[in-house]
């Protein structure tokens, strides 16, 4: 039977009552906090490392804060009324910006004094989020003196450690402002009541002074992990809105929380930064506070750790790039790549040092070998030749075919010059139809497109050679082998690419981007079509409904100018039955909209005009469902919907005038030597 819904919470309005009455201590025990699993769904959010990490020896870790504070609960008119506030910044229904600006000032004010305990509810948290999205200079820096000397332990909470993450990255660009010119921000603020405002550089450096002696310890939390690296990519400067960076500071698991008008408040904060020398030497401080004791095993723990490692992955990466010229492996204090890599660059020409075996044994290591990733892409010159030449190059046709070292094997190949790539290919040739049957395709991707980049053209053959041997002899073989197309017995059990299993999609998707890149190259991209063209009109639609990046694949595909010129008009005439339901299809509207763009006369690619009237006339037919979605609005858009129900004649002008001009240009760069063609005149 079901299990009674029972209200949750009781003992928590206990404790209420009992700090409302005196009776109740502020700090919680310190017993062991239970963790039920990955998630850790204790309500307060407080986590303690395990003993095995406990005990690594990292830097400080006897130091560790202890008890844990108690911020108190809100009450339930309280709770009630920033629900409230909560849900009407969701809805965003304020007749203006500046109604909104005094509603903001509002709950501001109201939670002055219980910001702590909003930042650590597990109901308010959120809001105390997005009050903080769209919060001026002046209000960030009450946050700020609201969480000072409190720091510590919000960090290590699980939710108001967000809320830090949160405060740190949207103040990132006022340190930036105010070098240029400090400016005291009035607005929303009682000019009589107000008080001389800190700058935010002095802010965060006093945040630095809480956290100072606990890095040890911060750098293996499960939650404060996470706000030092964003603390440490905001005093180094660096663009907030990296990719590469962004998998280093948020969890995958981590809620995504917004609110409307955050991006205008945002603009501030994007790109490069000017930041002042107190911060770059707090980043060293940091860098050389948390390594410097650690020894050649708890580093090699700390690698390990699947917490510890995108933290100490940051830690040398800023170090490498803000210490350069430090890189000393004989200095007195030596630098976090050398304490990695003691004794480099001769170390690594022995096999038995400890560099050597550093590496060696990471590079298989699943968490380990981001760093090694690390370490290739930004170490410097003489560090990475010694790398390749002793350890990467010789056993490379190896790496390439481990699904762990196959990572750092592409950083290598992506940094090696033309005699080495040569070297590479001639030990990976070989191999290569072991590498599809290993689904490696980001592997190959990556030799074509170094060699294409270096102009090795006959490096490419001999890839292209032992990619055909690996898919098939047929000519369809190369695409349904890359893109997964399998039987239609297994397409009838999997329609939809949400039945797809997450480790199917990604190998479709490296495969469909692998065959991307053979289009972009002139040899191989006959091959590509070639095997397109060999397909069925049922694999042409699944492939154009499958993902993203097979979809991309065919619409490239058809933009691409070929040798046979039939290409694109059996592949448009293949798919022309099925354009309405593509032109509504997550995927498949792409290719509709790569219909449109194809000329209706040209030498290398080319569509008649008849056939691209017969698809407009379906898409006219079914033209309610295409309003309905966006997709379907935007292939309407694109294929200019309105003006060919009203004027026809018109649209036929603008279909053979755009396509006169881009056909020239085309023709031109065949007859004319690369001139472009001069536009046709009505």
Not at 516 to 544: C, F, N
Not at 584 to 597: D, I, K, L, P, T
Not at 647 to 673: L, P
Request: charged share 25%.
């Amino acid at each position: 039977m079901p299990k009674p819904r029972t209200k949750r919470g009781g003992r928590e309005e206990r404790k209420r009552k009992l700090a409302e009455e005196g009776d109740y201590v502020g700090d919680i025990d310190t017993k062991r906090q239970r963790v039920d699993g990955e998630d850790g769904d204790n309500e307060n959010g407080y986590y303690q490392q395990d003993e095995a990490a406990a005990g690594a020896g990292f830097a400080n870790q006897e130091d560790g804060p202890g008890e844990k504070e108690f911020f108190g609960m809100l009450a339930d008119e309280e709770q009630e009324y920033f629900r409230r506030a909560d849900e009407m910044l969701e809805l965003n229904q304020f007749p203006t910006t500046e109604d909104r600006d005094i509603f903001l000032e509002s709950v501001y004010e109201e939670a002055k004094g219980k910001e702590l305990k909003v930042a650590s509810s597990q109901s308010c948290s959120r809001l105390m989020e997005r009050l903080i999205q769209l919060a001026n200079t002046s209000q960030k820096k009450r946050l700020f003196q609201a969480f000072a000397g409190h720091f510590l332990s919000l960090v290590q909470h699980r939710f108001a450690s967000h809320c830090c993450e949160a405060l740190f990255l949207r103040s990132a660009g006022v340190v930036s402002q105010e070098l240029s010119g400090f400016m005291v921000d009035t607005q929303g603020a009682d000019a009589e009541n107000q008080e001389p405002e800190e700058s935010m550089e002095n802010l965060f450096l006093a945040t630095l002074d809480e956290l100072e002696g606990s890095m040890g310890f911060l750098i293996t939390d499960r939650f404060a992990s996470h706000t030092l690296r964003v603390l440490l990519l905001v005093l180094s400067g660096r663009p907030l809105e990296d990719v590469a960076f962004k998998t280093l500071i948020k969890s995958k698991k981590k809620e995504k929380i917004s609110v409307a008008g955050s991006a205008a408040v945002d603009e501030q904060n994007q790109g490069l930064r000017a930041v002042p020398s107190s911060f770059t030497v707090a980043v060293t401080k940091i860098i050389r506070d948390s390594t410097s004791t650690m020894d050649a095993t708890s580093l090699r723990v700390l690698a390990t750790h699947p917490i510890g490692n995108p933290t100490l992955q940051l830690f040398l990466e800023l170090d490498l790039s803000l210490n350069k010229s430090e890189q000393k492996a004989d200095a007195e204090q030596p630098t976090l790549l050398f304490q990695l890599l003691p004794g480099a660059p001769q170390s690594l020409f022995e096999e038995s040092s400890e560099a050597t075996e550093f590496i060696n044994g990471m590079i298989y290591d699943q968490i380990g070998s981001r760093l090694v990733e690390i370490i290739i892409t930004h170490a410097p010159g003489k560090v990475f030749k010694a790398l390749n030449q002793n350890i990467f190059l010789p056993r490379i046709q190896g790496y390439v075919r481990n699904d762990v070292s196959c990572y750092p094997a592409i950083k290598v190949l992506n940094r090696i010059g033309k005699d080495q790539l040569v070297e590479a290919v001639e030990k990976i040739g070989p191999t290569v139809p072991q590498l599809v049957s290993k689904n490696r395709y980001n592997v190959l991707r990556t030799l074509f497109e170094r060699c294409s980049a270096r102009g090795l053209s006959d490096e490419i053959k001999q890839l292209m050679k032992g990619l055909r041997e690996g898919c098939g002899s047929k000519p369809a073989d190369l695409v349904t082998t890359l893109c997964s197309l399998k039987s239609e017995d297994d397409a009838k059990k999997k329609k939809d690419v949400a039945q797809l299993s997450k480790n199917e999609y990604a190998i479709q998707s490296h495969g469909a981007q692998l065959l991307t890149t053979l289009l972009s190259i002139t040899g191989p991209a006959k091959g590509v079509q070639e095997s397109l063209s060999a397909l069925s009109p049922e694999l042409l639609l699944r492939l154009a409904n499958n993902s993203f990046p097979t979809a991309t694949l065919l619409s490239t595909a058809l933009k691409t100018p070929s040798a046979n010129a039939l290409f694109q008009k059996t592949t448009v005439n293949a798919l022309a039955p099925h354009v309405a339901e593509l032109a509504v299809s997550q995927n498949g509207h792409n290719v509709v909209v790569a219909m449109a763009e194809i000329p209706t006369k040209g030498r290398d690619f080319s569509v008649p005009a008849h056939i691209k009237d017969g698809i407009m006339q379906t898409l006219g037919n079914h033209e309610a469902e295409l309003r309905d979605c966006w997709m379907g609005r935007s292939v309407w858009r694109t294929w200019k919907g309105d003006m060919w129900k009203t004027r026809r004649y018109d649209w036929k002008a603008w279909i053979k005038e755009m396509v006169a001009e881009e056909s020239q240009q085309v023709t031109s760069v065949h007859k004319n030597g690369g001139r472009g063609g001069k536009k046709k005149e009505n």
